[in-house]
């Protein structure tokens, strides 16, 4: 606002400006209203031109970049999520599902003071608080404190009075209802879902799904506008996985490990049963284990399925090997007998027997029966290195057997030009190969299929969330390594080694049961053995001779007795007996009447 | 010469009347206010647009619908998962057995305590399958024929 200067009214001004006016004349007046005129149409124009020029910058230089600004206002891309696929046993029992959780996130521009924040949500969320602290940056709008928290430290959270600076959001973690149970077969998820270990990682892209992709607009508060929206990509969720493990004969497995375990101080421990003619893995027990839900509490050594990926010298299991091979080359006959010396000079080294049973001579069942080191060292040497290589390849060992788990070893198999010294006598009785528990398994499962190799699986069929079946998983072609006949003749051997042998504790009355004791020095790592460090176990069939379980028991460093007869054993016939009495075969022989009471 | 001039002369005659229909006809006066007609005209033009605004209103409307059933709906699977876990969890062998033993004083069953029973096998061929009963149809019916997995075998 203008102040007139002091003394000087209105009127004194409106009669100066009447009489410069009346002074004009009318032509100068004309110039000075067209000159006026002119001013103000060219500022007009000016401003007109200002305008013009901004909306041409505005519709062409900026276009479109506003554009994009206004499409991010109005319209809004949707990640459609999936679930992930389910996981059941062998007859439709639930193992792993998908339970929603919440996710704890900050906010970390509406938080004022960072440390008060920090102190107060810390112990709920059992962190430490610099650590959330330092997570608080303030630029920033979302930040997860933690993920996939339990629902009593959420309703904990949401008692607190920090509305706006906390926030949860729903996701999905993997459940396993039966916890422990089959862990080393399931395997396990990240934090994003993503299969990290086992079934989990080995189906991933079955399992996973593939999540959709949607555009919406968006109404004033930020919600989709349904009827607006467009599909970019249908979510497709992933498929269900029915397994070959058998939820209750694989609680029976891991139940009788854990006992022996406690009974024999082993460290560690392992069993699986199969199913011979299909190579369904029906249970994969592994000890030590852990929970699929909390691996991260264990150490990781633990999370390794030691069935499918440790190696171990198999002993006197690999026996059965050694004499298909001899009688299917035809190197030795099953009248053919061998000396009993009391040990086997070869050098430098000295090869003997634990329990020296015969005198004389032994056939080949003998040293089946009585697990003679002294006899499969000679009948190795009968077969000679490169027959006797053939045959162990053809076995399947050195390879892996291609079953659906990951991680799997091939075991260590050296070729003859690499079998130093006693090599070839020792492979005969088990020591100095390596193989896995599943290939040894495999291997002799051979042997109830009249020589045909059937490989492992552990997957059944894939099904769609409604339950239909999508692809069923057919057990790879299996191929023969021994003729019917030797694989028999081996098969009976092994009957004679529980009915009167070293595996008479594997016995179970009413069925006819053929196995294998095993009974291995642990590898020292810079050569040699280790000094009273054992691997027992026993690899059985039952019911001969049309055996629905094949069954292999390993204990590692068993304290006190520690013959595979004497504590893997026991835990065959515990194994096999229950899973019979569940699967419902009958025995064949009349069982034992029972004892009468007084 | 003397030209005479042919004289005429001429009478009044009463023409007939037009016909009415030959008079054209007096601009009558229209009834109609040009306001109605202005508003009539404005209704035509202006109604597809109310119902354009209608039926996107009503389509917003129902898309609040399906997004709030939606999430309805996604709460229910999931709270059914839960269940589903939680049955499967009580249903757990290891859960089952743990009860058996140590609560219930239950013992697994010894080796003379089985007993096989021997069947014909004509006999056991000409049975026929047993009918459910109408327990298990209702089980059935209501999916629960999980009860019954356990009893196959590989």
Not at chain 2, 59 to 64: I, N, V
Request: contains cysteine; charged residues 20%; aromatic residues 6%.
């Amino acid at each position: 606002m203008t102040r007139r200067p002091p003394g000087r009214s209105r009127e004194a001004g409106h009669h100066q400006l009447t009489r410069r006016r009346a002074a004009l004349s009318d032509a100068e007046l004309h110039r000075l209203v067209r000159r006026r005129t002119s001013v103000l149409f060219v500022l007009l124009l000016a401003g007109l031109s200002l305008l013009v020029g901004r909306l041409v910058y505005i519709q062409g230089a900026q276009a479109d970049h506003l554009q994009r600004l206004a499409l991010h206002q109005q319209l809004g891309a949707f990640i459609l999520p999936t679930e992930r696929g389910r996981i059941f046993d062998r007859a439709g029992r639930l193992l792993v599902t998908n339970v929603e959780v919440d996710s704890a996130y900050a906010v970390p521009r509406a938080i004022r003071d960072r440390q008060a924040f920090a102190r107060v949500v810390a112990p709920l969320l059992r962190m430490d608080p610099r650590e959330i602290e330092r997570r608080l940056e303030p630029r920033l709008y979302f930040v997860w404190l933690k993920r996939k928290v339990s629902p009593e430290t959420v309703a904990a959270l949401r008692a607190l009075p920090l509305d706006g600076q906390l926030g949860f959001l729903k996701e999905e973690r993997r459940g396993y209802p039966a916890r422990t149970l089959a862990a080393h077969v399931l395997g396990f998820v990240g934090i994003d879902n993503q299969g990290l270990a086992g079934v989990e990682l080995a189906y991933e892209t079955t399992l996973r799904g593939r999540p959709g992709r949607a555009v919406a607009g968006l109404d004033g508060v930020g919600r989709p506008l349904l009827e607006t929206r467009r599909l970019a990509a249908t979510p497709v969720d992933g498929s269900d996985l029915v397994l070959t493990i058998d939820q209750v004969i694989q609680h029976i497995a891991e139940r009788e490990l854990e006992r022996a375990l406690a009974e024999t101080g082993a460290a560690r421990g392992m069993v699986l049963v199969m199913v011979p003619r299909t190579g369904e893995i029906l249970a994969l027990a592994a000890r030590p284990g852990f929970e699929p839900g909390a691996f991260h509490r264990v150490a990781p050594e633990r999370w390794v399925n030691p069935a499918v990926s440790a190696v171990y010298e198999p002993g006197s299991t690999f026996k059965l090997i050694t004499a298909a091979a001899a009688l299917d080359s035809g190197r030795v006959d099953q009248n053919d007998t061998f000396a009993c010396p009391p040990f086997l000079q070869l050098g430098k080294y000295r090869i003997r027997d634990v329990h020296r049973y015969c005198t004389r001579t032994q056939t080949l069942e003998d040293i089946i029966r009585h697990s003679s080191n002294v006899g499969a060292a000679q009948v190795a040497q009968v077969v000679g290195k490169e027959i006797f290589y053939d045959y162990i390849r053809r076995f399947g060992f050195g390879a892996p057997t291609g079953i659906d788990v990951p991680g799997e070893s091939g075991g260590i198999v050296n070729p003859p030009t690499a079998w130093l010294g006693p090599g070839l006598e020792t492979i005969g009785f088990g020591q100095g190969i390596s193989t896995t528990a599943l290939q040894l398994l495999t291997a002799a499962s051979a042997l109830v299929n009249d020589g045909m190799l059937v490989p492992p699986h552990v997957v059944r069929m894939v099904r769609d969330r409604e339950g239909r079946v999508v692809r069923a998983v057919s057990p790879q072609p299996a191929r023969r390594v021994v003729t019917p006949e030797t694989a028999r003749a081996v098969l009976r051997m092994m009957v004679r080694a529980v009915e009167d042998g070293t595996g008479k504790m594997a016995a179970i009355p009413g069925y006819t049961v053929a196995g294998k004791t095993g009974t291995a020095q642990k590898p020292a790592p810079e050569g040699g053995y280790l000094v009273g460090r054992y691997i027992a176990s026993f690899l059985g069939f039952v019911p001969v001779p049309h055996p629905r379980l094949a069954i292999l028991v390993i204990l590692d460093e068993p304290r006190g007795a520690y013959f595979g007869g004497a504590v893997a054993a026991p835990v065959f016939r515990e194994i096999a007996s229950r899973t019979l009495w569940y699967l419902r075969v009958p025995p064949m022989t009349p069982l034992a009447l029972p004892p009468q009471t007084p | 010469m003397i030209a005479i001039d042919r004289r005429t002369q001429s009478y009044p005659v009463v023409m007939p009347d037009r016909r009415l229909r030959d008079r054209p006809t007096p601009r009558r006066r229209s009834r109609r206010s040009p306001m109605a007609a202005a508003m009539v005209v404005a209704a035509l033009a202006i109604l597809p647009a109310l119902l354009y605004v209608f039926q996107r209103t009503e389509a917003a409307k129902t898309g609040y619908t399906i997004l709030h059933l939606q999430r309805e709906f996604a709460l229910l699977q999931s709270e059914h998962a839960r269940l589903h876990a939680t049955i499967s969890s009580l249903r757990s062998p290891q859960r089952i057995e743990r009860i058996a033993t140590s609560e219930l004083g239950m013992v697994p069953p010894r080796q003379h305590q089985l007993a096989a029973i021997t069947m014909a096998p004509a006999i056991a061929a000409a049975l026929p399958p047993a009918a459910p009963s109408l327990l298990q149809r209702i089980g059935a019916w209501l999916g629960l024929g999980e009860a019954q997995a356990h009893e196959l075998g590989p």
